[in-house]
């Protein structure tokens, strides 16, 4: 099976623009998760979709938000960017509740 | 609040030498907690998941351990080889819903 893919691998913006990250998770998994990482704060959870639900979200703003599609592909949207976006994202993909599987991360770089 | 602690933050030994990586935790009402393995600039890796249930799970070199009790779980490599070398993150469940609190990792290099 492919494994999760992201799109795209390296983006760079402006801060104010808004960003669009995508997420192709497995064939037949259905929950999707979204991760911030960065040097300072380390990995932090986003939010966790599961057949097109938003079954749990982390503590970022509203700027910070996501959806998932009926063949179970993600995006999540940062509206507004700031500096301090700037950060790897890492989804990941499982059955539901079991093992996680990343993808390689699409690292934003906000000037 | 839960936290997860790392312990050491970073760790080098000669190949060969059986080693122990900790993480710690202050809520002990978990899911269920997992070992990741990072290597630099890419996604993590799933090795071990232990659920809430379970005390240990063992693939290949690699044993985890988990005391929910005292909020501790180690993880185990046998017979280190310097491919071994990565930062390991280890994350706990909170809501069983794959909200993963995550340690601040432990970078291992294993020398040739």
């Known amino acids: 099976k492919a494994g999760v893919t992201q799109t795209p691998r390296y983006l760079i913006k402006t801060r104010g623009q808004q960003v669009t990250l995508s997420c192709s998770p497995i064939s037949g998994h259905r929950s999707v998760s979204w991760y911030q990482q960065t040097p300072g704060q380390g990995l932090q959870f986003l939010f966790e979709?599961?057949?097109?639900?938003?079954?749990n979200k982390g503590n970022f703003p509203g700027r910070f938000s996501g959806r998932q599609f009926s063949n179970s592909r993600s995006e999540m949207n940062v509206s507004t960017l700031e500096l301090g976006d700037s950060a790897l994202y890492l989804c990941?993909?499982?059955?539901?509740?079991?093992?996680?599987?990343f993808g390689p991360g699409t690292r934003l770089t906000v000037l | 609040k839960q936290e997860v602690t790392q312990i050491p933050a970073a760790l080098s030994v000669p190949e060969g030498e059986n080693l122990v990586l900790n993480c710690s935790f202050t809520d002990s009402a978990i899911y269920n907690l997992q070992w990741f393995r990072q290597d630099p600039g890419k996604g993590l890796t799933s090795l071990l998941l232990i659920q809430s249930s379970q005390r240990e799970q063992t693939s290949g070199r690699l044993n985890a351990s988990l005391d929910k009790s005292s909020g501790r779980s180690t993880l185990y490599i046998a017979a280190s080889q310097p491919g071994d070398s990565a930062t390991y993150l280890c994350?706990?469940?909170?809501?069983?819903?794959?909200?993963?609190?995550f340690g601040t990792g432990t970078r291992l290099k294993v020398l040739a």
């Open positions: 994350a706990v469940d909170t809501s069983g819903t794959y909200k993963y609190i």
């Open positions: 990941a993909s499982s059955e539901d509740l079991d093992t996680q599987y």
């Open positions: 979709y599961f057949s097109e639900t938003q079954r």
